[in-house]
């Protein structure tokens, strides 16, 4: 389910978005909602200034990609071995945690 995430650093448009996103976090959730997204990014090329400047989406808002993130060993290990076994995710006294059957 979660394996085909891009990678940190990716760079993307969301549909209807004018200004490229990248990408600094994947599977979160926004303090203010009780919603997981895939992703969260900043401004590129401006990047983080403040927390308030992030901004929460998922694979199906990205209109572009114009650049895929750094991939190496770590990376693709952590795809295979974490981001591959993910099942549904819910939201629990404020931390994402699997859903239980």
């Known amino acids: 389910m979660y394996q085909d995430l ?4 990716s760079v993307v ?4 978005g004018k200004r490229k996103l990248m990408i ?3 599977i979160l959730s ?3 909602m009780e919603e997981i997204f895939d992703y969260c ?9 403040s927390s308030d400047e992030l901004f929460f989406f998922n694979r199906e808002d990205i209109d572009q990609l114009f650049f ?3 991939q190496d060993v770590e990376e693709l290990s952590f795809k295979e ?3 591959s076994e993910l099942g549904e995710l819910t939201i629990k006294d ?3 945690v699997p859903v239980e059957e």
């Open 41 to 49: 990014g900043c401004i590129y090329p401006i990047g983080m200034t």
């Open 94 to 96: 404020g931390k994402i």
């Open 81 to 83: 071995e974490v981001l």
């Open 68 to 70: 895929i993130g750094f």
């Open 13 to 16: 448009v969301l549909q209807g």
């Open 24 to 26: 600094t976090g994947r």
């Open 6 to 9: 891009l990678p940190i650093g």
């Open 30 to 32: 926004n303090d203010k």
